[in-house]
């Protein structure tokens, strides 16, 4: 059974760095195929998706986003992190980490999340 | 950036009714194209994948069709539980990309 769960600060301040953890279980982040993403919801609005890790350290970003976000795994610890800089408070959202899985019975293997957290409520203010 | 456009933006109907959304791209997306469902308060839930593949576990009154620009999700016949909202995305092209949403609603 694969489970996710993100974990961070509730609440930062503008312009402080926020660093948010996806702990998972049930798969591993070396079998090829597999990433993990990170994807946001400010409240009542839609979803956005930030950051993709892949099995191989292939890392994708949102471009709009690309220069305030870092995402990296630590395949031990089954851990993918993702920092984003000079927090704002339009930032505020729920943030999301999800499974991308390698092993979808069509071609191309495409980008699909499959399992998500529950998410985490970031409120950016001072 | 590929546009995701759905319709409508709100739909409200009635237990046992046919339902279809719609999910328009800026461009064609070939057959990448993934619907979600998300109840309020809880994570999205992944319904069909690859435009018309059913997800394990999700009930077969959920379809998806079409390929290139225009695509569907249909609910053959509206459960109390499928009221939801639910979201397209392409993952033909990075940046992945979401559709607004559709609020489905008891009429």
């Known amino acids: 059974q694969i489970t996710l769960k993100e974990s961070g600060p509730t609440l930062v301040k503008p312009t402080q760095t926020l660093t948010l953890t996806c702990t998972f279980s049930?798969?591993?982040?070396?079998?090829?195929?597999?990433?993990v993403g990170w994807i946001r919801q400010p409240p009542g609005k839609a979803l956005e998706w930030l950051a993709l890790i892949y099995w191989d350290d292939d890392k994708h970003y949102s471009p709009s986003l690309k220069s305030r976000l870092t995402i990296t795994k630590d395949t031990s610890k089954n851990q993918v992190v993702l920092t984003m800089t000079n927090m704002d408070p339009v930032d505020t959202a729920t943030y999301y980490c999800a499974h991308r899985p390698g092993n979808l019975p069509v071609a191309g293997n495409p980008d699909v999340f499959d399992i998500w957290g529950q998410g985490t409520m970031v409120t950016v203010s001072s | 950036d590929i546009q995701m456009t759905q319709s409508p933006s709100s739909l409200s109907a009635s237990v046992g009714d046919r339902v279809t959304i719609t999910c328009r791209a800026s461009?064609?997306?070939?057959?990448?194209l993934n619907w979600y469902q998300q109840k309020p308060g809880k994570a999205p839930k992944l319904l069909i994948y690859?435009?018309?593949s059913l997800q394990s576990g999700v009930p077969s009154r959920f379809s998806g069709g079409g390929s290139g620009i225009d695509f569907t999700l249909t609910i053959s016949s509206l459960q109390p539980e499928d009221f939801a909202t639910y979201y397209c995305q392409q993952s033909y092209t990075s940046p992945i990309t979401f559709g607004q949403g559709t609020r489905l609603e008891i009429k």
């Open positions: 461009q064609s997306v070939t057959s990448y």
């Open positions: 690859a435009a018309f």
């Open positions: 049930g798969f591993s982040l070396s079998t090829g195929g597999v990433g």
